[in-house]
């Protein structure tokens, strides 16, 4: 059974810091992509940032590029968010996501974790 994990989220003022952690497991995760999304209340799920397998290449939306760092340790199978000068606006739960290297989807996806951030 395939399942990501995700944890590290809480409540933290404007400024701050957190970091997100999400252990995949249930499969070979070689040759897939790892990202990171948020919905925030009352609005659509987005994209936050992703890593892909081999080079480790990183892409960032453009409201948390130079804050947030995405890594991964695959000797862990763990994906990291770092997430630096955290702003009210980041507030949302945030969700580990897995698919595919050569594709746009993703078919595996964790339950959350809560991240608020008061001014």
């Known amino acids: 059974q395939v399942q990501l994990v995700e944890s590290g989220g809480g409540s933290v003022q404007a400024g701050g810091s957190l970091r997100l952690s999400c252990v995949y497991s249930g499969r070979s995760f070689s040759d897939y992509r790892m990202g990171w999304f948020r919905q925030a209340p009352g609005k659509e799920r987005e994209f936050v940032a992703h890593i892909t397998w081999g080079e480790h290449s990183t892409y960032y939306t453009d409201s948390v590029k130079g804050r947030f760092t995405i890594s991964r340790d695959s000797a862990k199978n763990t994906v990291y968010l770092e997430m630096n000068n955290l702003k009210v606006e980041d507030t949302a739960v945030y969700y580990c996501?897995?698919?595919?290297?050569?594709?746009?989807?993703?078919?595996?996806w964790g339950q959350g974790t809560q991240v608020t951030v008061s001014s």
């Open positions: 996501a897995s698919g595919p290297s050569l594709t746009s989807r993703y078919d595996y």
